[in-house]
């Protein structure tokens, strides 16, 4: 599926293929949480990063976690502060979009994963389905692995 994707005043615009377009996990971390996540979470997508072609001028911020910069990039518009993606070279193949900037209608998954629950803030609900599943740091399966136990994607 094609993910057309931008920030909100419209200076960064980018596309890329996703063979697992869900948007099925919410990321409780600090981090995520901060930086994009109003709901007191973030959620993200996985995306083919040889596809990524992006309009615009992003910028690049680099959390640091236990006093290490990580080398996750997390880009958002250098104008608006908009987050628009992840990437990290540790899985170079993958570019990890916010559901948040993508205008493309997505489709709704059937469940939700609900990670790093042991960072989350206190005043922060987590609203679980009855089949969601909630992990106190990572999920026990991979974005490819949820959209095929599923039957979704691809």
């Known amino acids: 599926m094609l993910l057309k994707g931008s920030c909100h005043c419209g200076a960064v615009r980018f596309e890329l293929e996703s063979r697992d377009p869900y948007p099925f996990s919410r990321c409780y971390c600090s981090v995520c949480r901060k930086t994009a996540g109003g709901g007191g979470y973030a959620i993200n997508q996985g995306g083919d990063a040889a596809t990524l072609k992006v ?11 236990d006093g290490e910069e990580s080398p996750a990039e997390r880009h958002f518009c250098s104008r608006c502060a908009s987050c628009l993606w992840l990437y990290d070279r540790r899985w170079s193949e993958l570019i990890h ?37 909630c992990f106190a740091e990572y999920p026990d399966e991979s974005l490819a692995e949820w959209h095929e136990r599923l039957g979704l994607g691809r």
């Open 55 to 65: 309009d615009g001028v992003t910028a690049v911020y680099h959390a640091l976690i």
């Open 97 to 133: 979009p916010f559901a948040s900037a993508i205008d493309t209608d997505l489709p709704i998954p059937p469940e939700h994963i609900h990670l790093m629950l042991d960072s989350k803030a206190p005043w922060v609900e987590v609203e679980a389905g009855p089949r969601d599943r």
